[in-house]
């Protein structure tokens, strides 16, 4: 997927997913057949689908606290990865 508009894309229904509809179905389809997770602040996470599905299930989606917001934050804009800013 080296379309930038599409990463993002998928990005936004990966997030949408997790912290908006709480949709565990809808978060998993944004991911790759094969993939890991890691939350970095909690040091958990799974690898592969039906354990990061476990995962997911009892300790992310739907579990944060009630004051819990996303914040957008700038993208990256340049063609490296690198920002233009």
Avoid: K, Q
């Amino acid at each position: 997927m080296a379309d930038h508009a599409a990463m993002e894309r998928c990005w936004t229904a990966h997030t949408d997913g997790e912290f908006v509809n709480l949709d565990l179905r809808a978060t998993m389809s944004t991911m790759a057949d094969h993939p890991t997770v890691l939350h970095v602040p909690t040091a958990m996470g799974a690898s592969g689908r039906r354990d990061i599905s476990d995962f997911y299930a009892r300790w992310f989606i739907g579990h944060h606290p009630a004051d819990f917001a996303l914040r957008s934050v700038p993208a990256p804009s340049g063609t490296n990865g690198s920002s233009t800013s």
